[in-house]
C-alpha cells in the first residue's frame, strides 16, 4: 500500500512535469519579416504584401514558405533569426548606432535585405544605409546579374509596376565578400505588385510581372 502511494505522488508530480516540458513547435519554413524603423516613415504600410508574395512563391516553386506578415525591430532577439529582411515606406528613416551596428553584423553574416522605395524613401534610405557600410556606395546591378534571371527573365532589369516619377526602374546592390547583401529597388515599387488586386487597382499582368520578380529576390537570396 506504502509503495503505491509513493507511486501515486510521484506521478502527479511527473506528469505537469513532462507536460510543461514539451518543446515549442517550430517550423523551418522560409518566413519574410518587415524592419520596424524610427524617423517617422510608414514603415508599416500594405502588409498584405509579403504574404501574397510567399503564397505566389510556394504555388511556383519548391522553397517551403509560411505566408505570414511579420514585423521585427532591429535590436529584438528575433532580428538574427530571419534570413531575409523587407524594407519599404514612403518617408524618412532614422538608424540609433546601436541599430547600426546591429544592420551591419546582420549583412556581414549571412542576412539579406530587400529595400524598395515606395516613393518618397530614397533620399533617407540613401542616407541611412550609407552608415552601415559606409565603405560602400550602392551600385546599380548590371541586366546580366542572376537575380535577374534565377527564376523568371527579367533582360531590362526591375520592373516598372508604378510610375512615380517616371524614370527608368533601377536596381542597386551591397556587397560583402563577393555576396549581395542588400538589394534596393528605386523608381520600381514591385512591392505595390503584390498587394491584393483592388488595393492599387494594378493590371493581372502589373502583378504576374511584380510576383514573379519577387519570386526572383526570394529565389536569389536563398541560394547565394
Given at each position: 500500500?506504502?509503495?503505491?502511494?509513493?507511486?501515486?505522488?510521484?506521478?502527479?508530480?511527473?506528469?505537469?512535469?513532462?507536460?510543461?516540458?514539451?518543446?515549442?513547435?517550430?517550423?523551418?519554413?522560409?518566413?519574410?519579416?518587415?524592419?520596424?524603423?524610427?524617423?517617422?516613415?510608414?514603415?508599416?504600410?500594405?502588409?498584405?504584401?509579403?504574404?501574397?508574395l510567399l503564397q505566389y512563391v510556394?504555388?511556383?516553386?519548391?522553397?517551403?514558405?509560411?505566408?505570414?506578415?511579420?514585423?521585427?525591430?532591429?535590436?529584438?532577439?528575433?532580428?538574427?533569426?530571419?534570413?531575409?529582411?523587407?524594407?519599404?515606406?514612403?518617408?524618412?528613416?532614422?538608424?540609433?548606432?546601436?541599430?547600426?551596428?546591429?544592420?551591419r553584423t546582420y549583412l556581414e553574416?549571412?542576412?539579406?535585405?530587400?529595400?524598395?522605395?515606395?516613393?518618397?524613401?530614397?533620399?533617407?534610405?540613401?542616407?541611412?544605409?550609407?552608415?552601415?557600410?559606409?565603405?560602400?556606395?550602392?551600385?546599380?546591378?548590371?541586366?546580366?546579374?542572376?537575380?535577374?534571371?534565377?527564376?523568371?527573365?527579367?533582360?531590362?532589369?526591375?520592373?516598372?509596376?508604378?510610375?512615380?516619377?517616371?524614370?527608368?526602374?533601377?536596381?542597386?546592390?551591397?556587397?560583402?565578400?563577393?555576396?549581395?547583401?542588400?538589394?534596393?529597388?528605386?523608381?520600381?515599387?514591385?512591392?505595390?505588385?503584390?498587394?491584393?488586386?483592388?488595393?492599387?487597382?494594378?493590371?493581372?499582368?502589373?502583378?504576374?510581372?511584380?510576383?514573379?520578380?519577387?519570386?526572383?529576390?526570394?529565389?536569389?537570396?536563398?541560394?547565394?
Amino acid at each position: 500500500m506504502r509503495i503505491a502511494i509513493i507511486l501515486a505522488v510521484a506521478l502527479a508530480y511527473l506528469v505537469p512535469i513532462r507536460v510543461l516540458a514539451q518543446p515549442a513547435k517550430v517550423t523551418s519554413a522560409f518566413k519574410v519579416a518587415r524592419l520596424k524603423y524610427a524617423g517617422g516613415g510608414d514603415w508599416y504600410n500594405d502588409p498584405r504584401e509579403e504574404s501574397n508574395l510567399l503564397q505566389y512563391v510556394r504555388q511556383h516553386t519548391i522553397i517551403d514558405v509560411e505566408p505570414v506578415y511579420e514585423f521585427v525591430d532591429i535590436t529584438s532577439d528575433k532580428f538574427f533569426t530571419y534570413p531575409f529582411i523587407f524594407l519599404t515606406g514612403h518617408g524618412n528613416i532614422s538608424f540609433t548606432d546601436l541599430e547600426i551596428t546591429r544592420l551591419r553584423t546582420y549583412l556581414e553574416n549571412g542576412g539579406f535585405i530587400y529595400a524598395d522605395d515606395d516613393y518618397g524613401m530614397d533620399k533617407a534610405f540613401r542616407r541611412e544605409i550609407k552608415k552601415v557600410l559606409p565603405e560602400q556606395d550602392l551600385v546599380e546591378l548590371p541586366y546580366s546579374h542572376g537575380l535577374y534571371h534565377c527564376q523568371y527573365e527579367f533582360p531590362g532589369g526591375p520592373p516598372k509596376t508604378h510610375e512615380h516619377n517616371g524614370k527608368p526602374a533601377q536596381g542597386f546592390g551591397l556587397f560583402h565578400s563577393g555576396r549581395l547583401v542588400l538589394y534596393y529597388t528605386y523608381e520600381s515599387n514591385p512591392s505595390d505588385g503584390w498587394n491584393d488586386a483592388e488595393v492599387h487597382g494594378d493590371p493581372p499582368e502589373k502583378r504576374e510581372e511584380a510576383l514573379r520578380f519577387g519570386t526572383n529576390i526570394v529565389a536569389w537570396a536563398l541560394t547565394h
